[in-house]
């Protein structure tokens, strides 16, 4: 019964969207990008019936090994960026990292493209994959250095240097007291 309409305020290039209901969020994704497209490269036009992800999702070649489960998590969490994260994989890196539903091909593409400066910010925050495995994923630390120090281009002393920190703000801070 709530209200489902929403405010957008544009001030010293700050946009802020208010209100609205999880019903309305494409309408109010479009009025934002409205607002914001004169920022844009190529001030591009946008069009609230475009079905950009169901013409992804139908135009991408999906390994044939992934379950049904695995593929609509993948379009979900990846959208348009889909095929380059494809793409980007090593055939060996559909399988899920321990217990989590995240891919290798996930944390190679997290590595490559999602700004990371140190390994607790490709686990903790891009990933999640430190809040989701087992001991924070430390139990995996090799096979996530051998995705992750080449893509970040990480020598092996950086390697060793952020791996220790990575371990020291995980038991002292995320690691559950037993």
């Known amino acids: 019964k709530e209200s489902r309409e929403h ?5 010293n290039g ?25 920022r844009l ?6 069009d609230p019936e475009q079905r950009v992800l169901a013409e992804t999702v ?13 593929r609509l998590r993948l379009v979900g969490r990846h959208g348009a960026r889909l095929p380059a994260l494809i ?3 090593h055939s060996h890196e559909w399988e899920a990292i321990g217990g989590s539903y995240a891919l290798w091909a996930e944390l190679r593409w997290a590595a490559r493209t999602e700004g990371v400066v140190h390994l607790d910010d490709l686990l903790l925050r891009r990933t999640r994959l430190g809040l989701l495995l ?4 430390l139990d995996c630390l090799e096979d996530i250095r051998s995705i ?5 281009g990480w020598d092996d002393p950086r390697w060793s240097k952020e791996a220790s920190q990575y371990a020291s703000l995980y038991k002292k801070c995320y690691h559950l007291a037993e």
Do not use: C, I, Y
């Open 7 to 11: 405010v957008l305020w544009n001030e």
């Open 41 to 46: 490269p190529g001030n591009p036009k946008f």
């Open 134 to 137: 087992p001991h924070g994923g």
């Open 58 to 70: 139908e135009s991408v070649q999906m390994p044939t090994n992934l379950s049904p489960r695995a």
């Open 87 to 89: 793409a980007s994989a």
């Open 148 to 152: 992750a120090q080449p893509e970040l």
């Open 14 to 38: 700050l946009l802020t969207v208010t209100g609205g209901k999880l019903t309305t969020f494409r309408l109010m994704a479009h009025d934002a990008l409205q607002k914001v497209q004169a």
